[in-house]
């Protein structure tokens, strides 16, 4: 019986860890705010949020009704989520204090001008999220979840990349 909440229960100690690092967003978003710097795109911010929550209830939901067990698909899919937790942790180190899951803009914002950030220009997004999101759904087995909330998902992103694009160019690549 227990070897069927498995899966369930890495996507539970996943989501622990994507609250960790949601910590360090806030405090960095309370400090930008404090110093005068701005916030983008709420509207997508929230779309792109609950997307995600809905992406980790649902997946392990699914993953529960079918009877998934860990398997060589579900290994597949921790390693691809292993990965992108690589991935965002490297980010965060890259960007300090300027990371946040918000789209924000210091007061006076520097381009950062980092060998990952020019080799892959949203590397937060197609080497974290995506790979990340693909991940649990493989390790869930989540055809269903991943067949409806991805597609929505990759609307809301693009629109987010769209608008990341838009202040690098207005504000934070002139500001050099």
Not at 70 to 80: K, P, R, T
Not at 84 to 103: A, C, E, N, P, R
Request: proline share 3%.
């Amino acid at each position: 019986m227990f070897k069927n909440y498995v899966v369930p229960l890495l996507v539970v100690l996943i989501f622990v860890l994507r609250l960790y690092f949601l910590k360090i967003s806030i405090k960095n978003e309370k400090r930008i705010l404090k110093n005068g710097g701005k916030e983008f795109g709420v509207k997508n911010t929230k779309a792109i949020t609950i997307l995600h929550i809905l992406f980790y209830v649902f997946c392990p939901i699914e993953a529960i009704i079918r009877g998934v067990r860990l398997d060589s698909v579900g290994l597949v899919g921790i390693s691809m989520v292993i990965f992108s937790m690589i991935v965002l942790y490297t980010v965060i180190s890259i960007l300090g204090d300027i990371w946040t899951v918000k789209l924000m803009l210091l007061k006076n914002h520097k381009y950062v001008d980092h060998w990952l950030f020019r080799t892959f220009k949203h590397p937060n997004y197609f080497l974290n999220i995506m790979p990340e999101l693909c991940g649990i759904g493989l390790l869930c087995h989540a055809k269903l979840t991943s067949l409806v909330i991805l597609p929505l998902y990759a609307i809301v992103l693009y629109k987010r990349i769209s608008q990341e694009n838009m202040i690098l160019e207005k504000y934070i690549i002139p500001n050099r």
